[in-house]
């Protein structure tokens, strides 16, 4: 109650400083308070009826009976604006409330799908993931097998956000709970797929590509669920090309079937792994071409594999005027020259 | 962010086309028109994306959801007017394989 | 009730009545223009519902002393289809999507009490209170 008083008085010292001498100081003031009473959530038609009763007082011959009454209308207009704006503050609230609530989730996915490049004698890997919005749909997991192999899963889940993230940790979950013996790239398709093809939406769908390693004799052996294509680069002719892989998505057909490929890899050799937010970037000028990205790949060959996948990214961020369309995920693993 | 969605039902085909850009704004929009039309018995569905100059994996969805209701109501699924660009998300993602995607309308029109 | 006054809502010229009413009690019991135009909002809004959602109803005005207070009752009676979730009605920003309940958080800020019942398909009913400051 005591600010409203206060706010009174305020006003009326104001309104008589101004027409006094209607100075812009005056005016000034005005506008400081009605930030002031912003801040106390002072709806508008407070003011006009402060304005009003100040005014009756002070000029009670001039303020007759029509001026009061024009008020009534300018009261009942500010009433459906105070209705609005604060309906509008409490939506921002919400916001605000869903946007921490996002943050949580972000994190907790964050933990839940984390995985460690890891750090293999003889090779050297390089993942980055970004995700378009606060959650990310695209999902990658790096597995050290005992027998001196590293599998890794690369998996796009159709959409963005928090519908694809709740799907991607199903599959997460899914893959974790296969046992040791049926990790080849083949069996871990097709049981993820069953896993899929029981669980989701009709419109929604699971591309994946999972390769393993063999550390010993150098074979990267592979199969793709309708996962955008991975690259090959061979050192020896300082050429690219697409690691040939063909099979459905999952979640499609319940009883598919995956072929698995093998690719012998030579010293200085890379396969490029990534999701279709790398070859969706948009440029304002069309879609970034293939050629494009490995322009980028090579002038960055002579790196670490970490820090080519972070400068490609870098670079492509900046074509895209830092608007990034849909997740990104970029993993590149190289058999060293010397090991 | 536009999409023209037209429905032309021609004795027992049921002939869609699709103009426009097809992302995850726009889906929606498109499923809800067509996942009803697709769930009729028998149905057959020719779905034209000639007018189509973006597609992203949402806009894959909608077709694979159409796709799979078609097929359990026993019906008929076409995709026709493909561009290089979709022609390539469909073979990528083994959907060539399984729904038929011609890259020619029947008794090509000019 | 003698202290209790009801206009029926049909069409659009019922709302208007249903605010006169209004605020004719709000300045017999001494409301300043403020509060009257607060009063009058929460009516309108009420009225509006059941004009375009809820077919037929009434808004009744009561004048209310209880404890040395005085206060006005607002009631909002409709037969109409009813509200399923009511937590989600008086949640804001449901009134931008339209519909039955919208603008019901608005009207409950205006008032200084306000209590809502409804079941599918037997109607809805409000009652809100503004006391005397």
Known sequence: MDFRQKLESKYREILTNYLADRSEQALYQGQKLSRNAIERNIPPEEIVSIHRNIMAEMFPEKFNDKMQESFDILLEVMVAYGFAYREHQNLKHIQQELRTEMEIAANVQKTLLGTEVPCKKGMDIGAISVPAKHMNGDYFNFVEDENNSVSIAIADVIGKGLPAALCMSMIKYAMDSLPENRKTPTLVLENLNRVVEQNVDLTMFITMFYGTYHIDDHIFSYASAGHEPGLFYHAETQTFSELPAKGLLLGIEKNTKYRKYEKEVMPGDMIILMSDGVTESRTKEGFIEREELLALIEKNIHLKAQNIVQNVYKELEKLQDFQLRDDFTLIILRRNVLS | ?110 | MDNQSCVKIINEWDIVSARQLGRNVAKELGFGTVDQARITTAISELARNIFLYAGQGQICIEKLYENGKTGLRLLSIDSGPGIKDLRQVMEDGYSTSGGLGAGLPGVKRLMDDFQIDSSPGEGTDIRAIKWLR
């Open chain 2, 1 to 110: 962010m536009n999409i023209n969605i037209d429905v032309n039902h021609n004795e027992n085909i049921t002939e869609v086309t699709v103009g426009g850009e097809i992302d995850v704004y726009t889906a929606p929009e498109l499923k809800k028109e067509l996942i009803p039309l697709s769930e009729k018995d028998n149905v057959e569905m020719i779905v034209d994306l000639s007018g189509v100059s973006y597609m992203d994996s949402t806009g894959l969805g909608v077709f694979v959801g159409l796709f799979k209701n078609v097929r359990a109501h026993d019906g008929q699924f076409k995709i026709i007017g493909l561009s290089s660009r979709l022609k390539r998300l469909f073979e990528i993602t083994g959907l060539a394989d399984i729904i038929d995607i011609s890259t020619k309308m029947e008794g090509e029109k000019k």
